[in-house]
């Protein structure tokens, strides 16, 4: 293998640069070139590769986003999109693909693996922590850290006006970064998709803490909660309750952008050099995950099929700690 690629696919993290950069400086490090794809998929049906030297990923560690652009390609879905996107890299003699994002864009991989023979080796690159075969994301440090600042932020403002507030973060399917930044922040109730929201009990919660002295609280609610997103569920105790006077901040994609923290950023060199070095070895089909601190190659369906789910322990520790 001479030559391989490198895209990114799906909702930017911070942190796909640094993992960029590392399979560049790996690749050119083994002798391999490198060809940067962008905007993941739809770049490679379009052909928009150009070769990326060690210098052309320089600087790039510390910027939020992917300076390779992402896209959610719906082409590809289809077969024969990917027959194109086979076809540009046999074009250019690529015969290994990085592929860094979630784990729709590792069915891409998938496919093109098992469809026409390409090796792909895939990065976990988003916010939402929500792929199996790791216990870590490339980006939720960095996410689940800016959510957790905004809470403390919130928290200045619901305490000088005894204030309820409802936060929204990110989060479809995943309630990973309400739970982790809602503990680290010390809000008072976490509602997340995986687990069923209860509007009694989400009252019953506000009651208490203000029969105990509490005259502010926040309730972190992520995006995907079954009981509706935080305007729902604010008005839904405002309908059935006397907490009418509360206050929603919806943080979206702000969580997405921002400086990767030192732990993404390591995280994601590490597996960006792994993710080469599988690749070289003839490896496919792999992800590259991380369990406890040593790097890991799980099967790429692992990601969809064994997907993270909470340590029961935390919700233990988000109960006590919230009441
Ligand atoms: O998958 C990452 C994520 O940020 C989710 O948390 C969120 O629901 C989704 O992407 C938003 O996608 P888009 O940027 O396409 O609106």
Redesign the pocket.
């Known amino acids: 293998m001479k030559h391989i690629g490198v895209l990114t696919s799906?909702?930017d993290a911070p942190g796909m640069n640094a993992a960029i950069r590392a399979v560049v400086r790996a690749g050119s490090h083994a002798g391999l070139t490198v060809f940067g794809i962008e905007r993941g998929y739809q770049g490679l049906i379009d052909g928009a590769l150009r070769e990326l030297g060690p210098r052309d990923v320089g600087g790039i560690i510390r910027q939020g986003g992917t300076f390779l652009h992402s896209a959610?390609c719906k082409a590809f879905y289809d077969a024969e999109g990917r027959a194109q996107a086979a076809r540009q890299l046999a074009a250019h003699g690529i015969e290994g693909l990085v592929v860094i994002g979630?784990d729709g864009s590792y069915r891409g991989a998938q496919a093109l693996h098992d469809e026409h023979g390409i090796r792909c080796i895939g990065l976990p690159g988003?916010?939402?922590n929500d792929i199996g075969g790791t216990d870590y994301t490339i980006g939720f440090d960095t996410a689940m850290n800016t959510a957790m600042e905004a809470i403390d932020r919130l928290r200045d403002t619901a305490f000088s006006h005894d204030r309820i507030f409802f936060l929204e973060v990110?989060?479809?399917h995943s309630g990973y970064i309400a739970m982790i930044a809602g503990i680290a922040g010390g809000s008072e109730d976490i509602l997340t998709p995986e687990e069923p929201t209860n509007i009694d009990s989400v009252i019953r919660t506000i009651r208490d803490g203000r029969d105990r002295g509490k005259q502010s609280m926040i309730i972190v609610v992520a995006?995907g909660d079954d009981a509706g997103n935080a305007f729902d569920i604010a008005k839904a105790v405002a309908e059935q309750s006397e907490f009418k006077d509360t206050r929603v901040t919806v943080l979206g994609?702000l969580q997405?952008g921002g400086s990767p923290t030192a732990f993404d950023r390591v995280l994601a060199s590490r597996m960006g050099i792994r993710a080469v070095e599988a690749l070289a070895a003839g490896e496919t089909g792999q992800m590259v995950g991380i369990s406890g601190t040593r790097l890991v190659l799980r099967p790429l369906a692992e990601a969809w099929e064994n997907r993270t789910v909470f340590d029961p322990e935390l919700l233990k520790v988000a109960q006590i700690l919230g009441s």
């Open positions: 799906g909702g959610r979630g988003t916010i939402d990110m989060g479809r995006e994609h997405r």
